[in-house]
């Protein structure tokens, strides 16, 4: 029986981030400078470091250190509840986008959570 291995595009938490960082990028990129130096270079960077720490989670090989890049990675997500909320206070995004940003950010930890679970059950160490 050949081993199956996870492959890092077919990781739904991956894709779903990814997404959602260049949709974020697409909106912060229009907005004031003063919008985009304050909250935007922050946001963006949270939201990216979702999907850059699930990535580089792949170029561990040890259990511990494949989680702690999963738990860094859940750490940017609530990072970005935060920017989402400041962004909708302040009249950065439309109610549609905050809409579908909050949706994308709640499917998250339950992704992030499977990835951690599946990793310690399944990794020997």
């Avoid at 935060?82 to 549609?96: G, H, I, P, Q």
Wanted: with cysteine.
């Amino acid at each position: 029986m050949e081993k199956k291995y996870l492959q890092l595009n077919n990781i739904l938490g991956y894709k779903n981030s990814f997404n959602l960082s260049n949709y974020i990028w697409n909106i912060v990129f229009c907005w004031d400078y003063s919008a985009k130096d304050t909250i935007g270079k922050q946001f963006v960077k949270a939201v990216d470091s979702i999907s850059a720490n699930i990535a580089e989670s792949f170029g561990r090989y040890g259990k511990k250190d494949k989680v702690k890049f999963y738990r860094y990675s859940f750490g940017s997500l609530k990072e970005c509840f935060d920017w989402n909320e400041k962004s909708k206070k302040r009249n950065l995004l439309t109610e549609n986008q905050y809409n579908h940003i909050f949706t994308e950010l709640e499917k998250l930890p339950k992704e992030i959570n499977w990835l951690i679970k599946f990793t310690n059950e399944k990794l020997q160490y």
